[in-house]
């Protein structure tokens, strides 16, 4: 009947408002959610964007390291070369001397070290004696002279030897310094490779987080406007059956009371009758 009808919509409205509201709630979680992830992803992403760039920065300063190193290498090498080239003739140059002044009868002596012998040689020259010209094919000239010349040779050879030392030692300085620095710099870009490839692991599960959840959106979504679509069918006629049924209501009542009124009226005409049929036969 109209009333189990009616009934009947009502558990229908009931149960459809009751899952169409856990379903925005829901749907407010997953959008919550979300909106947490993409916030999440984003500031990461940034993250990875200057970790990135600090990776590059350390890279070329390494680059420009080793590049540097490289140069100065070469540099000390090449100066070490040269050096060695010039003593090589240098030497070459006195023992020249040497056996020049040896085939000329030129007694030399001893020879001290190149600068020792060059400072003897300026204690041993007067001070107000102009230079003599030097011209080796004078067998006259003094042996001191001669010494004093080898002496200059010398002593520049010794330059060169102390200049070559000292530019090993500043070679082995600048390398142990450059293994240090370069040391540092490739852990910190082994370090900062390591963090990205964690941001990037993080950041795709978090996309797939995101994806999921996306997911259960779509089908709360769908599920809520399938709610929708049976309440969209069912409510023209539930309506119609709630807001005609007082009308119907109002109408069976009095149908019913127009049926008790005839029934009491039907009785009541049978007992008036009764009693002038019994009047009557009373007087007869």
């Not at 009934?7 to 959610?33: G, P, Y």
């Not at 987080?209 to 309440?231: F, R, S, V």
Request: hydrophobic share 30%.
């Amino acid at each position: 009947d109209d009333e189990s009808r009616v009934k009947s919509c009502t558990d229908q409205f009931h149960e459809i408002d009751s899952a169409v509201a856990d379903l925005d709630w829901k749907m407010e979680n997953n959008n919550a959610a979300l909106d947490k992830l993409g916030r999440l992803i984003e500031a990461k992403g940034k993250e990875k964007d200057a970790l990135i760039e600090e990776m590059t920065k350390t890279g070329a300063d390494i680059k420009s390291m080793e590049a540097e190193r490289t140069g100065e290498n070469g540099e000390f090498t090449q100066a070490k070369t040269d050096d060695q080239k010039a003593i090589e003739l240098l030497e070459k140059a006195v023992t020249a001397l040497q056996a020049y002044y040896a085939k000329n009868g030129v007694e030399l002596g001893p020879l001290e070290g190149g600068r020792a012998a060059l400072v003897q040689k300026t204690r041993d020259d007067e001070p107000d004696e102009p230079a003599p010209e030097a011209k080796f094919s004078d067998k006259g000239k003094s042996k001191g002279e001669s010494k004093g010349i080898i002496a200059i040779l010398k002593t520049i050879i010794e330059d060169l030897e102390t200049e070559i030392s000292d530019g090993k030692k500043a070679e082995e300085s600048a390398q142990l310094s450059y293994e240090e620095r370069h040391g540092i710099a490739e852990k910190l870009l082994g370090e900062m490779n390591e963090t990205k490839i964690n941001l990037e692991s993080f950041v795709a599960q978090r996309k797939q987080d995101q994806d999921d959840e996306q997911t259960k959106l779509d089908g709360n979504t769908a599920e809520k406007k399938g709610h929708t679509d049976t309440l969209v069918g069912i409510k023209p006629s539930c309506t119609f059956i709630t807001s005609n049924l007082e009308d119907r209501t109002r109408k069976r009542d009095a149908e019913r009371e127009g049926l008790k009124t005839a029934k009491d009226y039907l009785a009541g005409m049978s007992e008036s009758a009764s009693a002038s049929f019994l009047q009557l036969r009373r007087k007869h």
